[in-house]
């Protein structure tokens, strides 16, 4: 979605790195197929899996879960995630052992 692509490029995202348009041009992919891809720590593989979500959310019309290993990268990452959809009407939510959110 538009508001997102916006919200990257405030962040300083304005272009991918070729192995991940590639990864995102993969025939299927766009369509729900799955994706395998590998890069080193720090590489850029995330950014490939929220495009992936946001793209399938934004035109489905359901709802994604983004697992993470640990409760202080769920606490980021929410954040990141609401700061990104601010502009749309996709809502974030966090659940993590020990939470009460809701």
Not at 69 to 80: F, L, N, T, W
Request: proline letters at 5%; hydrophobic letters at 40%.
């Amino acid at each position: 979605p538009e508001p997102i692509l916006q919200a990257y490029q405030r962040r300083g995202i304005n272009q991918l790195y070729d192995w991940q348009a590639r990864c995102l041009a993969t025939p299927g992919v766009a369509e729900g197929r799955n994706l395998v891809y590998c890069a080193p720590t720090s590489g850029g593989k995330t950014i490939v899996s929220e495009i992936l979500m946001f793209r399938r959310v934004s035109e489905l019309k359901k709802r994604a879960i983004f697992v993470l290993p640990y409760v202080s990268i769920v606490v980021e990452k929410a954040r990141h995630f609401t700061e990104l959809c601010a502009k749309t009407k996709l809502v974030v939510k966090r659940f993590y052992g020990g939470s009460n959110d809701t």
